[in-house]
């Protein structure tokens, strides 16, 4: 029984960590969303619905944080110092210190899409696993020639 607690005590850390990152992260993206909605010249309509879900996806992620934290408080007792709450903590740091890395280019894929129009409409073409590198080929070259580089890596050739 002690294992079966320590090991699930590590699980929930590390998916805390992620549920954590993700409330901060998509609470970060409902103000970009709604700071364009004030100030960018983008479509009012689709900064709106970002900022929305944004909102929505931040209470979900935070119910899922702190609901998760409440019941896996009613197994193990994280007052006092035992191997079940320090293997919890360790597995939360850590999934804190590896999920971290992804929220700069999150944010950043998020307000080019806010405040950008032509990285708006050509985003969404790209493969979901390659938009944060495009965002960050984007900031560094911000032109139309960087958003059609797909088109033309994956034409046949002759």
Aim: aromatic residues 12%; contains cysteine; glycine residues 6%.
């Amino acid at each position: 029984m002690f294992v079966l607690l320590v090991v699930a005590a590590m699980i929930w850390g590390a998916l805390s960590a992620l549920s954590f990152l993700q409330t901060i992260t998509s609470f970060v993206a409902a103000l970009i969303f709604l700071s364009a909605l004030l100030f960018s010249g983008r479509n009012r309509g689709d900064n709106a619905l970002g900022c929305s879900v944004m909102i929505v996806q931040t209470a979900f992620f935070g119910v899922l944080f702190l609901g998760g934290n409440w019941i896996s408080s009613l197994v193990i007792d994280y007052v006092s110092v035992n191997a079940a709450s320090i293997a919890g903590l360790i597995a939360f740091v850590a999934g804190c210190i590896f999920f971290a890395r992804e929220v700069p280019g999150r944010l950043l894929l998020t307000r080019l899409t806010a405040f950008d129009p032509m990285f708006a409409m050509m985003v969404n073409r790209w493969p979901r696993g390659e938009r944060v590198t495009l965002a960050k080929r984007y900031q560094r070259i911000p032109t139309s020639e960087t958003l059609t580089e797909i088109y033309r890596q994956s034409a046949p050739r002759s």
